[in-house]
């Protein structure tokens, strides 16, 4: 069956690895619990998300700490709202740093490891690739918030 998070991490992992060519290696263990790949031998984690729109930040679930903590490098990439705007690679600088904060969602406080835009570094912007139109689908797809926001 088809996993569509899976596919989107998949090609999140794609872009990272394309964008650093053949420093990247990519893990054989889709479900590694320590790294998505190595690049000039560091290890890496890739998280292929939407932003937060209202405070420009990405909300890790609790389960992933010791996973984005514990690499050398730490790539989020971001799911735009629209394909035209393309898919950007950011490096977290820091990530061993990284700590949990509360946040209001589907009406319950929970905790959840933030990470501010403004603390990443933008490696690159995708366009012009059918794989950003993917991405945006099944974004769309999982989410009636992002649908809402597409919507006005």
Not at 18 to 34: I, L
Not at 37 to 54: D, F, R
Not at 60 to 81: G, M, R, Y
Request: charged share 30%; with cysteine; glycine share 6%.
């Amino acid at each position: 069956m088809f996993d569509v998070r899976q596919r989107m991490g998949e090609i999140g992992e794609q872009f990272v690895h394309e964008h650093h060519g053949e420093a990247s290696v990519r893990s054989e263990d889709w479900y590694d619990r320590r790294k998505d790949s190595t690049i000039s031998g560091l290890t890496s984690e890739i998280k292929t998300m939407t932003m937060i729109q209202k405070g420009e930040e990405y909300w890790l679930e609790l389960n992933q700490f010791d996973k984005v903590t514990n690499v050398d490098l730490l790539f989020i990439v971001d799911i735009p709202l629209h394909e035209n705007e393309g898919c950007a690679i950011y490096l977290v600088p820091n990530n061993k740093t990284l700590s949990v904060d509360r946040r209001y969602r589907e009406g319950k406080v929970e905790n959840f490891i933030i990470i501010k835009r403004a603390s990443m570094y933008k490696l690159t912007n995708i366009r012009n690739d059918d794989r950003v139109t993917e991405l945006v689908k099944h974004a769309d797809s999982l989410s009636s918030f992002r649908r809402k926001l597409k919507n006005g």
